[in-house]
């Protein structure tokens, strides 16, 4: 086992395919010489050459039509968006081409295209830098969506994603990159679908994505500690396709449900999360389900505004709390 | 935040109640679930319950009618300001807002309120301080929505409902202490175990002791018993021979068209007594504390055994009525009964009681007051005995009908004329005419 920083992890998994695979290659803004705004690609530049690690023009709709092209013909890409807000200038190309091409040309098309972005609140980036839109390509039917939180699960998820002849959006947090965890020797793919049970427990189940979920692994530790609450945390990994069953089996034996993301919480993945359980554990469910996510603000620059309007551990222990309530 | 205490729909089709008194006082210290004030409806006085814990900090009503749906009290912290008006009945658009996020609802206040996007600051400072004033307001109307429900609708958890359904427990009977006492898991199981060990220590292991828990029309039904038991009251008992009446049943059986419903021999009785009601009004009477109502017509309550509990729906104006009609008017309220959906206006107006357990083949029996009806009719089987006609033995079929009379309004005399009447008319029939 070696430890890896979750940065590691996603260059690892990005520099092993392109060393085994002459159809991998990257493209995005400042991802050569500098190796991306957050320094993921770092010294790829020197191993594989600008012909396969490709800087671009600021144009988020070439960079994801170019990949798109590139992926029909075969190649195998993975493009980044700098930040995920501006996804919103590629939306032509993911959800009108990216998406359809496959249905549309009777498979006679593939399009195996990643799209790598990032975001995320706690560095007071603003409102336009920080913001978390997965739950908009959750709706979107062609596309795959998948939003790790551990180093592991983003080295296996990534490359699952760039062996997926679907368009993926890989969701990267950018709070997440420092941390640290053990990967295995060997690179394992993570299948798609598969949700990841980061802690067991009885009382409550707590469905995190991306950051929230080593912040829900804090509020569980102390609802255990300081209330005797036993909190199961589960990260799906993938929200599109999303592994209900492990979702629903743990509901079925908590019977409380909490779902937790950095998003804002009107209309997030945790209104589709909260669907999913009321269908599938109606019967098993002894309190509302609590959703815990953002304020429905744009975000602040100021710090403690910022702070003020983003979840945290804390926020979730009080949805746990609730969910076990006694009036 | 202050909840506030509105009247409740004690009842179906209720509208309003009057206050009759409170039982705290501005100031005081009050439990959820403690007797908060007594509220008169048409049917029933009875102690309302607090539905939430802390101090009683104004009554907006103090006395008389009022509507229900009405806010007519705060319930909150020491020290807490509350809104004078008490308008909490018909929230402002803003209030209606259901998130209680003071920004989202900024956000949704400008989108209703200016088409272009609102880029001032200042503006939007204002309006995010409105907001949070709706917002407050908001969660103020939401939690004493959801606090205030007496609506008879039980609120349970989906998990609890299903464990209590597999338990066979009746979720009604069960208390909840989970938010704003929802019936929770715990709930259910907890009422599983408990009649066994807590309640009769005394009673063998093992033995299965089930402790229901009163509902409230349950507890109705006991505490206006309760009152009508304090009632001075005197028994009469009559045997009336059937012969002739049993005679007549058949024949207007026998004339019966197919849609027509069967009259039985309850119903000949509830005619012939409306008939002697309106001869002998001293025991068509309320008793009212302060006077006696004597009434020129008949409404005659019908004791029904429903799911629920007993009720009395009335049979208006049974003395003008034939009796195929007051079958009609029977079988209908009697359905109506056992599916719960009488109506208010059914059980309301009776001045007499008419309590039959004949078809339990009962031969005689005490029926308690219904105030404030100044008597009540109790109504045993038709059985076939020997009796001496003209010094010989002959058997016939006789009906045994005890009266039970509240002395403040009906003297033995009263009674005895109308039950010597009563069994005039069930004798010879023809005479009710």
Redesign the interface.
């Known amino acids: 086992m070696a430890e890896l920083t979750y940065r590691e992890a996603v260059r690892d998994a990005l520099s092993r395919a392109m060393r085994e695979d002459e159809d991998v290659f990257i493209m995005g803004e400042d991802i050569a010489e500098m190796g991306g705004s957050m320094g993921v690609t770092q010294g790829m530049l020197a191993e594989f050459g600008p012909e396969r690690v490709r800087n671009t023009p600021i144009s988020e709709i070439a960079i994801v039509g170019t990949g798109i092209g590139a992926a029909m013909q075969g190649m195998r890409p993975v493009v980044e968006i700098k930040y995920q807000d501006f996804l919103t200038l590629s939306m032509e190309q993911l959800v009108n081409q990216a998406a359809k091409h496959r249905t549309m040309s009777g498979g006679q098309l593939k399009v195996p295209l990643t799209v790598r972005t990032q975001g995320g609140a706690g560095w007071s980036p603003g409102a336009q830098h920080a913001q978390q839109l997965e739950a908009w390509f959750v709706h979107v039917p062609g596309l795959k969506v998948a939003f790790p939180s551990t180093p592991e699960d983003v080295r296996g998820l990534l490359w699952s994603s760039i062996y997926d002849d679907n368009p993926v959006i890989f969701f990267e947090h950018r709070l997440l990159y420092p941390l640290k965890g053990e990967v295995p020797d060997e690179l394992e793919p993570i299948p798609f679908g598969k949700a990841r049970v980061m802690r067991e427990g009885s009382d409550v189940t707590v469905i995190a994505i991306g950051r929230m979920v080593p912040e829900a692994l804090q509020a569980a530790k102390q609802a255990e500690e300081e209330e005797g609450i036993s909190v199961e945390v589960i990260d799906p990994r993938t929200l599109l396709p999303l592994d209900e069953d492990t979702i629903l089996d743990s509901v079925r034996k908590t019977?409380r449900c909490v779902t937790a993301h950095e998003a804002v919480t009107?209309g997030g993945f945790g209104a589709e999360l909260a669907a999913v359980v009321q269908a599938g554990a109606?019967?098993?469910?002894?309190?509302p389900i609590e959703r815990v996510g953002a304020?429905?603000?744009p975000l602040a620059f100021a710090p403690a505004m910022e702070q003020w309007?983003i979840p945290h551990a804390a926020d979730v222990l009080e949805a746990v709390k609730?969910t076990v309530?006694?009036? | 935040m202050a909840t506030e205490v509105k009247l409740p729909r004690l009842g179906q089709g209720m509208e309003s109640g009057t206050i009759v008194k409170w039982l705290k006082g501005e100031g005081e210290q009050v439990k959820?679930r403690e007797p908060l004030y007594e509220l008169d409806t048409d049917k029933v006085t009875q102690e309302v319950e607090a539905e939430a814990d802390g101090v009683l900090l104004k009554i907006v009503v103090d006395s008389g009618e009022v509507e229900v749906g009405k806010t007519i009290a705060f319930i909150g912290q020491e020290g807490e300001e509350v809104s004078a008006s008490g308008n909490g009945a018909t929230p402002s658009p803003e209030a209606e807002e259901t998130?209680n996020?003071a920004?989202?609802a900024?956000?949704d206040s400008q989108e209703e309120g200016s088409p272009a996007p609102a880029m001032d600051s200042q503006r939007e400072r204002g309006q995010e301080a409105a907001a949070r004033t709706a917002a407050a307001a908001t969660e103020k109307v939401a939690d004493s929505n959801k606090v205030e429900r007496s609506d008879g609708r039980i609120k349970a958890?989906?998990?609890?409902?299903?464990l209590a359904r597999e338990k066979g427990i009746d979720i009604a009977q069960v208390s909840g202490?989970?938010?704003?006492?929802?019936i929770?898991?715990e709930d259910v199981e907890g009422a599983a175990v408990t009649p066994a060990p807590a309640p009769a220590p005394a009673a063998p292991a093992g033995s299965d002791v089930e402790e229901l828990q009163l509902s409230s029309t349950r507890k109705t039904i006991a505490r206006r018993l309760t009152e009508a038991w304090q009632a001075p009251v005197f028994q009469l008992t009559v045997s009336a021979d059937m012969t002739r009446s049993l005679e007549l049943r058949e024949r207007l059986v026998a004339r019966l068209t197919e849609d027509e419903t069967k009259p039985t021999v309850s119903d000949l009785l509830t005619k012939v007594c409306a008939a002697a009601l309106v001869r002998h009004r001293a025991v068509n009477a309320h008793f009212t504390g302060e006077s006696i109502r004597r009434f020129p017509y008949a409404h005659i309550g019908i004791a029904v055994a429903a799911p629920n509990g007993l009720v009395v729906p009335v049979i208006r104006d049974a003395d003008r009525s034939t009796i195929q009609e007051i079958a009609a008017s029977r079988a209908d309220v009697v359905a109506r009964a056992r599916d719960g959906k009488l109506q208010r206006a059914d059980l309301e107006e009776g001045t007499f009681t008419i309590s039959n357990l004949g078809m339990y083949g009962i031969e005689q029996f005490i029926a308690v007051l219904n105030p404030p009806q100044a008597a009540i009719l109790a109504v045993g089987a038709t059985e076939q005995k020997p009796v001496v006609r003209d010094g010989l033995v002959e058997v016939r079929p006789l009906l045994t009908l005890t009266l039970t009379c509240d002395h403040r309004a009906i003297d033995g005399s009263d009674g005895a004329e109308f039950l010597r009447t009563v069994k005039e008319l069930l004798e010879e029939p023809a005479l009710a005419l």
């Open positions: 019977t009107r109606f019967d098993y469910l002894d309190a304020k429905f603000a309007a609730r309530a006694r009036s | 959820k998130d996020d920004t989202e900024a956000e958890s989906p998990l609890a409902r299903r202490t989970g938010p704003e006492g929802r929770v898991a």
